[in-house]
Each structure stands twice: as structure tokens, then as C-alpha cells.
């Protein structure tokens, strides 16, 4: 037990270093005309019942270009975003910058929350191009706070800044900070031995031959891809499919970070790791500024005790609750859209919806019956997103095209099963009840030729 605890506290940190991704060039956004600042909810009837809105006393917060006078604020404000609220839970922040000079941007947020009371942690991707207001600058993107915080007068630096960008647009009070950059990623993946990430859909990008060559030289690029299957990626092979977006998009990586975050924290549990706690922790301090000293790492062991797999959600704020925007100087960035983002934030922080504690105790057997031996691994992940535990049966069989969902239990709950099927993209045809008394499981995944791997994380709704 004292080893899967350490194992799982050493995933807390595992996670930040996922999130070591360099800005890219992006394609031009449509413009709008103007900013869409729709006036934010007064009520939580969208939000889960349990989720409440702070009442304590308004913050006042710095007006734009505090201290430092600058230019007339063109875009109009925010107002400060209704402080998400739930005792007990507390929020870490993942940074991820693109540091290679004195300057440089966060271009990766993850906050992970976790949920003590319902043993559920949450990892919520924040876009870097997400247009908000810097409390004491201006409206710009959210990649750019804490480098400003860090070379201003701002109180606390770079952090306290990030911190307060986010709870005043977002209304998210974030506990703590780690921000790391490309060499701790490299490290805390190779001290694991390299990471098997469970690559549920193809990538083809641009990919570096000889990186001690410019990578100005286009002669030094080739294509790659990494098949669907489980791949063992080392520290490099992990930071490029982490950061690559040439010819896909932020959402997309956004997708991949959590991909192999939740591969890090899956082989973190499997693996002996009790003695390498603070080894680690010495190996990737030099490139992890964090207020987490690994007294409060090794204090998060109680918390992680009961989380396995199934019990760790992924929230992205995507497009479908975003617009897009140019700003007065052409600039493309992506304005949150209020009529739904506090709706997201709501299931992001909040516990299970009502009568889902039921997902845990659904245990699902996979059996393959295809030449795909990697296939139960990759499904096995799919219903984890979605808060199923599985079991993957011993042995192959006989090949089979179609796949079959079969209720083993005597009652079947119409609901779960619509709700499996859209997990797994399954029409009703592909369901049957066969009741098996002595099972331990409730339903049984056969397998077949027809099953397509690849999903889409942030349309499964928990």
C-alpha cells in the first residue's frame, strides 16, 4: 500500500512535466467585430447542485496598466468572474513554458483538482490563447501573465499573477503552482524508464532528424508518425508528440498532454517507485519552479490513495465553448463564451453527477476477438476516461467482425447501457442481455474488426 501511495503522489508531479510545450504559429482566425461579453450568470442552475458560487466579500482588484501607465484599454473588461467554491477540494496548477531565452510564455495550463470526498481527480486543459484580463495590465492572451508577473512590481511574482488571472476570469482558486519546462519533462520520463501511452488515434507531424543541426534548416524535418496502439515513448519521443501542432491544433495537443499525463500517472501506479520520490524530485528541481516542496508532495499520499484510473477525469475548455476573435491589432486569440463556460467549469470542479458514483462499481470485462493484441489496452482507456474499472480477459479466440456489449446482470439499466454505447460508439444493435449470475462483472465487451479506437475525450460527458 506505502508503494502504491508513493506511486501515486509521484504522478502529482509526473503530471506538471507534461505540460512542456513551445508556441508554435497558428492559422488566422475569423474576426468579429467586437468582443462578446455576455453578462455572467447571478444563478448556479446550470451548475451541479453542490457546486456554489463564493459570498464573501468582493476583491478589489488593480485597475488596467496599475503602476504602469500604457496605452487607453481598447478591448472592454470582463467583469470578475463568480468565485467557483467547494470545501474540502484544492486546485494544482500545471504550467508549462516555452522557456528557451530570458522570455518566454506558459503555454500550457492544466489545472488538476482534486476531490478528496469523492476519491476523483480532475484535469482541466486551459487554452493559451484564451483572451482574458491580466488583473493590473490589460486583456491579453492568459500565456503572457506570469512572465509579465515575474518582471513587474506585481505582489507574489509570476505565479501570484497566473493565479490571480485565473481566479478573476475564471473564477478557479488555485492552491498551488508547478511550472516546468522541456529538460525536467525529459527527465522525470526517462527516471520512469520511458512511458507506454495508450495512442487511441494516429498523429503524422513534422519531426526533427538531427537535433544538434538548425531547426531553421526545413532539409532537417521529416514526417513521423506514431501508429494507434501502445507506444513506449522515451523523454524525447514523449515531449514531441506532447507539443507537436504543425498539422493539427491546440485543442488536439491539448488532447495528447492529457494522453500521456494519464500514461504517467497509470505506469506511476504499477511501478516500485517508494525510493525514487525524492531521488526524482532532486533530478527535476532544477527545472520545476514550484511552491510544492516534496514535504507537501509526499502530504498529498492520503488524498491519492483510492484514486485509480477510472477516477481521473479530463475536462477541456475547447472550441465548443470559445470564439474567435481579432483583437484592435489583428492578433487571433479566442474569447471564452459565458453563456457555456460556466456550465463546463461547473462539471469540471463538481463531484460525479447524481447516480454516476454507480460508474465505479460497473466493472467491465474486455475480450479480444481480433489480431489486434494491443486493441483491450486502448478501449480499456476509453472507458476509464468515462469512470469505468475494467478487466481485460486472457486470450484472443476466434476472430470476430462485429462487437458485441452484453449485459451480464439480471436487470439492465437502460440508461448505463445508452451511455456505454455512446462511449464506445456503438449503435443499439450491438447490445444484447445474457444474464450470468456468477459474474463479478456487469457487462462483457466482446471485441471485433469493426471497432474503431479513436474518440474524442472532451465529448464524454462525466
Known sequence: MRIALAAKSLAVVALALTACTPAFSQPALSATPSPFFPIRPTSTASARQSLALSTSTPREWPPP???????????????????????????????????????????????????????????????????????GWQMQRINT?????????????????????????????????????????????????????PVACSYTDWHI?????????????????????IAHMDGDLALWYSRSRKKSSDFDRSRRQQEVLR??????????????VPELYRQVSS????????????????????????????????????????????????????????ALLARALGPPLKGQSRESESLIEIRNRT????LPELVAERLNYAGFETRVLDGQGEITETTRLISLQPEVDEAEVEYLLQVLGMSAGQFRHDPSPNSTAKFRLVLGEDFNPCFDPAKIER
Open 145 to 197: 501573465a506570469y512572465y509579465h508577473g515575474l518582471t513587474t512590481s506585481y505582489p507574489g511574482g509570476g505565479p501570484a499573477l497566473l493565479k490571480d488571472t485565473i481566479l478573476y476570469n475564471l473564477g478557479i482558486e488555485i492552491d498551488r503552482v508547478a511550472m516546468v519546462d522541456f529538460d525536467g519533462f525529459i527527465k522525470i520520463i526517462d527516471t520512469l524508464g520511458g512511458v507506454d501511452v
Open 263 to 276: 500514461a504517467i500517472y497509470a505506469q506511476a501506479l504499477q511501478l516500485n517507485t517508494l525510493t525514487k
Open 65 to 135: 496598466n496599475f503602476g504602469t501607465p500604457g496605452p487607453t484599454q481598447v478591448t472592454p473588461l470582463p467583469l470578475p468572474a463568480p468565485v467557483i467554491s467547494r470545501p474540502g477540494t484544492f486546485n494544482i496548477l500545471l504550467a508549462g513554458s516555452d522557456r528557451r531565452t530570458t522570455s518566454f510564455r506558459t503555454d500550457v495550463l492544466i489545472v488538476v483538482n482534486f476531490q478528496p470526498e469523492y476519491d476523483l481527480v480532475t484535469m482541466l486543459s486551459i487554452p493559451r490563447d484564451l483572451y482574458v484580463y491580466i488583473p
Open 287 to 342: 527545472s520545476l519552479e514550484t511552491d510544492m516542496d516534496l514535504d507537501y508532495i509526499l502530504h498529498l499520499l492520503p488524498y491519492s490513495a483510492r484514486v485509480g484510473e477510472a477516477q481521473v477525469r479530463s475536462v477541456f475548455i475547447n472550441k465548443e465553448v470559445l470564439l474567435s476573435w481579432r483583437t484592435p491589432t489583428g492578433a487571433a486569440v479566442l474569447l471564452p463564451d459565458l453563456s457555456k463556460l460556466p
Open 371 to 374: 489480431d489486434w493484441e494491443s
Open 209 to 229: 532528424i538531427n537535433p544538434r543541426r538548425s531547426a531553421e534548416d526545413e532539409n532537417n524535418w521529416k514526417l513521423y508518425t506514431v501508429k494507434a496502439g
